[in-house]
Each structure stands twice: as C-alpha cells, then as structure tokens.
C-alpha cells in the first residue's frame, strides 16, 4: 500500500502563548510535527506539511529530521481546512505526475524529492492530532481497503464534531459546533485522522470543493462534510480509537497539559 500523508497545519499558536507556528510548540520535549511524522512513519511513504508562509523555514528545518521524505507548501490565506487539503493534495499528486512525464519531481521547499507513483491511499491528520495512538493506526489500515474514506471515530459528551447516521448506519450529516450547529449530549466525533483513496483526494474532492461555502460561524470553508457527501456514493469506513483521549486538539495550555499528561503516562 503506497501512502502519502498531508498534514494541514498554518496555524500560529496564539490561543497556546506561543511565539512558535502552533505545529512546533514542544509536546514532552519534542515539536508537534515531530510526534506526528514519526506516529505516521511507519505507514506512510511520504508527507506534505500545509503551513503559513511565515513558519515555512521553520517548519522545513523541523521536518528535515524525519526519516520519510517532507514537502512543506504553504497556505497563504487561512481559509479553512478543506482548501489546505487541497493544496496538499495537489503537491502529493504532482509528485506522481513528473514521474509519469518522464521527470523527477523536484519540490523548490526542499529540493528533490525521491520519485514516486501515485499515491493508492493519502492519509490526512491535523497537525495538533499527536495524541493519537499507534493501534488506532493500526486499525485504520485494516479497515481502509474497498473504501473511499476510512477514519476513527469515539463517542463522547458534548461534543466539538457529530456524524449524523441513518437507521442503516450510514453517515447522512455532519454537525459542528464551531458553525452553530444544534448538536446531541453525546456524539460521534472523528480524532482528526483519515484515509482517502486516490479517486476520492484527487478526484471527487476537488468536485466538492467547487461549490463550497465559507461557514456561518467560522467563515472557512470546513473538510468533514466531504465525508457526508461521499457517503452518497461511495463507502465509509471506520473504526474505533484506543482512548477518547486521542481526539484532543492542541488550541490552549490546557489541552497541551492534558495531552502531555497522557503521553507521558502512556
């Protein structure tokens, strides 16, 4: 199985107090990007980190430590996460296309990079998501064959993302907070990892992403509901994390206290 991996991360770490883009705040001695390159190394081949101009040469000196080949692109505006994915995912495609021309893709954020074939799954995972663990991985990769997404999900109170199922079991909604959305005392949420198949990263999502609208809430112009419009025509896959703990996002001093709390115990 041939994975690239895109982490969207133009965060600034201002909610977290610190100078740093968010993805290089320290988690138990080590950046954030660190924990994610090296949780994902053993199941991806390649990785493409979305961030914010400013942060470019820092996040690229950061990943010149990984032992996969790093593409770092940036995300001039901050416009939401599907249109981070989308620049993603066209660095991770044009790989694949310099190799069917004949050429060796060349990344000017770093230099060569090692020729490849399109990728068959592309892996995406915010660049806050280091809690996640190995098994939940582990599962992900059993479950994501014959899909066109697969994903973790955990129940839990109050929650941040709700996916909304039919009696079948189909998701049929995705509900969000953040843009207002009426959501139940306990939900089903994602933990920020997902696998795609190459025709639904490079072919349907860029159909979706054409009629788009920003958020009511949040004015960006949000990834999950893709999940809710493949699941019209295509399969959903998915599969329950280790620990509930794993769906934390890094946003405050609080959520990185807890999270290093659990890493360390782990």
């Not at 079991?169 to 990892?193: C, F, H, I, N, Y």
């Not at 959903?236 to 620990?243: H, K, L, M, Q, V």
């Amino acid at each position: 199985m041939q994975r690239v991996l895109i982490i969207p991360a133009a965060g600034r770490g201002v909610r977290l107090g610190s100078p740093l883009p968010k993805i290089l705040v320290s988690v138990n001695g080590r950046p954030m990007l660190r924990h994610i390159l090296d949780l994902h190394a053993p199941y991806v081949r390649h990785a493409v980190v979305v961030t914010h101009p400013s942060a470019a040469d820092s996040v690229r000196a950061c990943a010149a430590e990984s032992p996969m080949p790093v593409d770092v692109v940036t995300q001039d505006t901050p416009t939401g996460m599907l249109d981070a994915i989308l620049i993603g995912a066209a660095a991770a495609e044009s790989l694949s296309s310099d190799l069917d021309r004949g050429r060796s893709p060349v990344r000017s954020e770093r230099g060569p990079s090692p020729p490849t074939a399109r990728p068959s799954r592309v892996w995406i995972t915010w660049g806050d998501q280091v809690a996640v663990h190995p098994d939940t991985l582990a599962r992900l990769a059993s479950v994501e064959a014959g899909s066109d997404i697969a994903l973790p999900t955990v129940e839990r109170p109050d929650p941040y993302i709700h996916f909304a199922r039919d009696p079948g079991g189909r998701v049929v909604d995705v509900l969000q907070k953040r843009e207002g959305d009426l959501m139940p005392a306990t939900g089903e949420s994602d933990v920020g990892v997902f696998s795609l198949s190459a025709s639904a990263c490079f072919e349907r999502l860029p159909i979706y992403a054409r009629d788009v609208r920003p958020g009511a809430g949040t004015g960006e112009r949000n990834f999950l509901p893709f999940i809710a419009w493949m699941s019209g025509s295509g399969v959903i896959a998915t599969c329950r994390c280790t620990d509930p703990r794993e769906a934390i996002g890094i946003n405050t001093p609080d959520e990185l206290a807890t999270v290093s709390a659990y890493l360390a115990a782990r």
